[in-house]
């Protein structure tokens, strides 16, 4: 009796933190009407801000050179077509939750496609590897010496 109540006071306090912090607890398919696409490898699905895996893409805010952001918002313009009027849904990685910036990291899917997949096929985007090589690798493929 006793193991009861506490599993259930458990699955409450889960459910109301889930609440409040938006942590959705499973995953979540939604319309493609409910989405905002913020950029290349982040969307709003449904009000969870989540980040795109496997995937980085150049960067739209603040880019570092011009190349980067003409590359940055070709990936979010192809990412807004994939999203465009068909059923997504996403996967959360519960093992990484969420990064830095509070988004919820999930690979996210069109008409069961992956959506980062696709980007890094079409040369879009690259796989996300953490560390401070991994990210200078990254931006000399997107900023090049000699590239404004």
Not at 101 to 127: H, N, S
Request: overall charge positive; charged content about 30%; hydrophobic content about 45%.
């Amino acid at each position: 009796m006793k193991q009861s109540i506490l599993i259930a006071a458990i699955i409450v306090a889960v459910f109301i933190a889930s609440l409040f912090f938006r942590i959705p607890l499973a995953n979540a398919g939604v319309d493609g009407v409910n989405i905002r696409v913020v950029d290349g490898d982040t969307v709003d699905i449904d009000g969870v801000r989540v980040r795109v895996l496997p995937i980085d893409t150049p960067e739209t805010w603040e880019p570092r050179c011009v190349r980067e952001a003409d590359l940055g918002l070709k990936a979010k313009d192809r990412l807004k077509q994939l999203l465009a009027g068909v059923t997504v849904t996403y996967e959360i990685d519960v093992k990484a939750g969420r990064d830095p910036y509070r988004r919820t990291l999930a690979r996210v899917y069109a008409d069961g496609k992956d959506v980062g997949e696709i980007l890094m096929a079409e040369g879009l985007a690259v796989k996300w590897k953490p560390g401070s090589k991994a990210k200078a690798a990254r931006l000399k493929l997107w900023c090049p010496l000699g590239a404004e």
